[in-house]
């Protein structure tokens, strides 16, 4: 079955450069999460989004910026990186919410970005 | 989101039954209770989730109490490929999309 993919899989930027992580949901999932995991520690909810609206927002920082396209698919933007941004960053998607409590996420393999 | 509280680590011998336990006392009467686990820095994997009865796929099974209150995830033959970070979580869900609000998990060893 098909999953949710990431690209690019491993990033290395430097300080204050600029970075854009990509997710391509499972096909006719409506929503997309992202959520970011430091080393050592546990996956931190960032931003979702909800036929290509925002839905939620976590924990990102004003120098991120993320949104969902017409085809569902969704970007991360980073700017001016610093060394603690260095995370894994992991994309889910799933068929929306709808009330039903069954909307279970499912994950990619996620992007490893140093920043150096 | 209710909070969770798990072991932070357990180990099970290979083949045996693997229980993981999960309090969620403060847990409300619309919140489900979800199992989601990780393999080292691989993306988190959903397991199975509840409301009120006990649950079965074809990964584990799930024992909700009947308050509530506390739940155990159940793998019944655990294999090497078990050894994960499981998580308990409880979540509303909504029809805007739901975050998940990862907490410590309980670090799962196989050991052969």
């Known amino acids: 079955a098909a999953g949710v993919i990431q690209s690019p899989r491993h990033l290395i930027k430097e300080k204050r450069e600029t970075a854009t992580l990509k997710c391509y949901p499972i096909p006719r999932h409506d929503t997309v999460y992202w959520y970011q995991q430091g080393p050592g520690q546990d996956p931190q909810f960032l931003i979702s989004?909800?036929?290509?609206?925002?839905?939620d927002k976590g924990s990102i920082p004003d120098r991120f910026s993320a949104q969902q396209f017409s085809d569902y698919h969704s970007e991360l933007n980073m700017s001016s990186l610093e060394l603690g941004d260095s995370a894994l960053y992991f994309c889910?998607?799933?068929?929306?919410?709808?009330?039903?409590?069954?909307?279970?996420?499912?994950f990619g393999p996620g992007t490893r970005l140093t920043v150096l | 989101d209710a909070k969770t509280t798990q072991p932070t680590s357990m180990d099970c011998a290979e083949g045996r039954a693997a229980n993981l336990p999960c309090n969620h006392s403060t847990i409300s009467g619309n919140e489900y209770v979800y199992w989601y686990r990780q393999i080292h820095s691989q993306g988190p994997q959903y397991i199975i989730h509840g409301l009120k009865n006990n649950e079965t796929n074809e990964m584990a099974s799930l024992i909700i109490t009947e308050d509530r209150k506390s739940s155990t995830l159940i793998l019944p033959h655990a294999t090497l490929r078990d050894t994960a970070v499981y998580y308990c979580i409880v979540r509303v869900t909504y029809s805007s999309a739901s975050k998940i609000i990862f907490g410590s998990g309980t670090r799962l060893s196989i050991r052969p």
């Open positions: 889910a998607s799933s068929l929306g919410g709808g009330g039903r409590g069954d909307d279970e996420q499912f």
């Open positions: 989004f909800y036929e290509k609206m925002q839905s």
